[in-house]
């Protein structure tokens, strides 16, 4: 668990940001996983067997004063196979977010990195040899004129650094700004417009850059129960090659909360383009599926809808989840037009203070428009797990899953069961 502290910094040596009062929280971890599967490779036959382990550390952090807010969550590990099915590798994944300046301050920077795997081809088996490493930096500064007690006037810049380990003619550079006006109609609710441009660069292939446009009104308001933020838009790109592309913006986010239940909903629909993609929003120790960089480069029209439910009274032990994800994908010029739904469902037991049972199930459909050279697949996995965690904070989960992936092709039809233990010391 996380250790909350309460300090103030006493020595000559501390910068004066980190002399005052703060509230730091931070959860350390080490762990040892070993796994055995059946299929290594995810192969239809020539099924090879094979032992795998991972070492890793993670490390969990928050740390807020009257002038600085820093969030961090990164992890490290160290992946080796024991008969070279595929080549050992290290991976580092995580995001940290350092904002200087509070909401109240005439001018604040913030300061985002992250860095998350990415499928190298929306058609490839998801192994960790088919997987680049997307890192994103950015650096935002925003000055802010106060015109009445509830209307503020933001002049925002952004600058943005796209770097990939392995496909680097996907490095992108995004350079621009904003212009937004807030107005404040109680202490719950609020209307933003703004108005956004960007010019993106490309060092490898110039003749791909392209400019983004992007206005929006956008409404959010949070009451006791239901919170909501509803963006309505239009963006457009005019690329330095080519015909301009665009289309409407939407983003729709709501959240519901009644005693034991939440129920949230995702709506959104954007211009981004291949080395962006979703600017690394999906969670640690998930590979985005849907973002892969083999498609080449080019911009497309996104578009996600997903819908999450999650309970904890279903009894009085148990916590439960049901989700459901719809993904599409239209490109400006390249023909890789294809579509996604998820299904996912999840259950945990906490049979003592120590000790836990879980089951989890997902459904992945994924299908390409006709004209698109690549094959539709399904892909189905059902695992369980058991947990105890000790006194002295060392964690041990067994875990049992299965996966079978359908598909025309037999490069992406296989079956594969993995049994694994692992080891988590938390301090």
């Known amino acids: 668990m996380k250790r909350t502290l309460f300090f103030r910094c006493i020595t000559p040596l501390c910068l004066p940001a980190l002399a005052m009062p703060a509230i730091a929280a931070v959860e350390i971890d080490l762990g040892v996983t070993s796994r055995y599967s059946d299929n290594a490779r995810r192969t239809y036959s020539d099924k090879i067997s094979e032992r795998q382990d991972e ?17 961090t969550d990164y992890r490290a590990s160290e992946n080796r196979f024991d008969k070279e099915t595929q080549p050992d590798r290290s991976l580092i994944e995580g995001n940290a977010e350092l904002l200087i300046g509070k909401a109240h301050h005439p001018v604040d920077l913030l300061l985002v990195h992250s860095r998350r795997s990415v499928l190298g081809a929306p058609d490839q088996v998801d192994l960790l040899q088919n997987e680049d490493e997307r890192q994103i930096f950015s650096a935002i500064p925003t000055a802010r004129l106060r015109l009445s007690p509830v209307d503020n006037v933001l002049l925002r810049g952004d600058y943005t650094q796209v770097d990939f380990r392995y496909t680097d003619i996907f490095n992108s550079e995004r350079t621009g700004g904003s212009l937004i006006w807030q107005h404040r109609f109680s202490s719950v609710s609020n209307l933003e417009v703004a108005a956004q441009h960007t010019e993106i660069s490309y060092d490898a292939l110039p ?42 913006s939407y983003r729709v986010e709501i959240d519901y909360r009644s005693g034991f239940n939440t129920l949230s909903l995702l709506a959104s629909q954007q211009i981004t383009d291949t080395s962006l993609g979703d600017g690394n929003q999906g969670m640690l120790d998930n590979v985005n599926l849907d973002d892969a960089t083999g498609v080449g480069l080019d911009q497309f029209e996104s578009r996600v809808v997903e819908l999450r439910w999650d309970n904890e009274s279903l009894c009085e032990r148990c916590n439960a989840y049901a989700s459901l994800l719809y993904e599409q994908e239209q490109y400006q010029t390249l023909i890789e037009d294809n579509d996604q739904n998820v299904a996912s469902i999840g259950f945990d037991y906490q049979l003592s203070r120590a000790s836990s049972v879980g089951l989890q199930a997902s459904r992945q459909e994924r299908k390409f428009d006709s004209d698109v050279d690549r094959n539709d697949f399904t892909v189905t996995s059902f695992g369980a797990n058991y947990r105890y965690t000790f006194i002295n904070d060392l964690s041990v989960q067994v875990f049992f899953i299965v996966d079978e992936s359908e598909s025309d092709a037999e490069t992406l039809t296989y079956d594969e069961r993995i049994s694994g233990i692992s080891l988590t010391y938390t301090f």
């Open 55 to 71: 070492y890793s550390a993670g490390i969990l952090a928050d740390y807020e004063n009257s002038l600085l807010d820093f969030e």
């Open 207 to 248: 003749d791909n850059d392209y400019e983004y446009q992007n206005a929006s009104v956008t409404f959010a308001t949070e009451l006791r129960y239901l919170s909501y933020r509803v963006s309505l838009g239009y963006n457009q790109s005019t690329p330095e090659v080519g015909e301009d592309f665009s289309a409407p």
